[in-house]
């Protein structure tokens, strides 16, 4: 599942909160799955979901061309822990020319 936050001075909380319900509602999920809207994998755990949440991410139309999720979702790595990044942009720095050099 991606991660959501609400930054901590948010004026409205409780309307952030109702965006975020509602985007990781399965059937918007689903939506976005479709190739046709977004075409981007769903970002909720397929183990938490019932039965019937599977069914309706299931019945997306991917064409002939895509995997199904199933099989994307055995290949699928992780994503970088976020403490990383300063240290890789670091490296980077040191590393590539940049545009004065």
Do not use: C, H
Not at 37 to 61: F, H, M, Q, R, T
Not at 74 to 81: D, L, S, V, Y
Request: hydrophobic letters at 40%; charged letters at 25%; glycine letters at 4%.
């Amino acid at each position: 599942m991606t991660n959501t936050a609400i930054p901590f001075n948010s004026q409205n909380k409780a309307g952030a909160m109702a965006v975020i319900d509602y985007i990781l509602n399965v059937e918007v999920q689903a939506s976005k799955y479709e190739p046709e809207n977004w075409g981007d994998l769903p970002v909720l755990d397929n183990s938490k979901l019932s039965p019937e949440e599977k069914e309706i991410l299931a019945s997306v139309n991917l064409g002939i061309a895509t995997l199904p999720q199933d099989i994307l979702l055995e290949k699928r790595i992780p994503e970088m822990p976020a403490d990383l990044v300063p240290i890789i942009e670091k490296i980077w720095m040191e590393t590539i020319p940049g545009e004065s050099d």
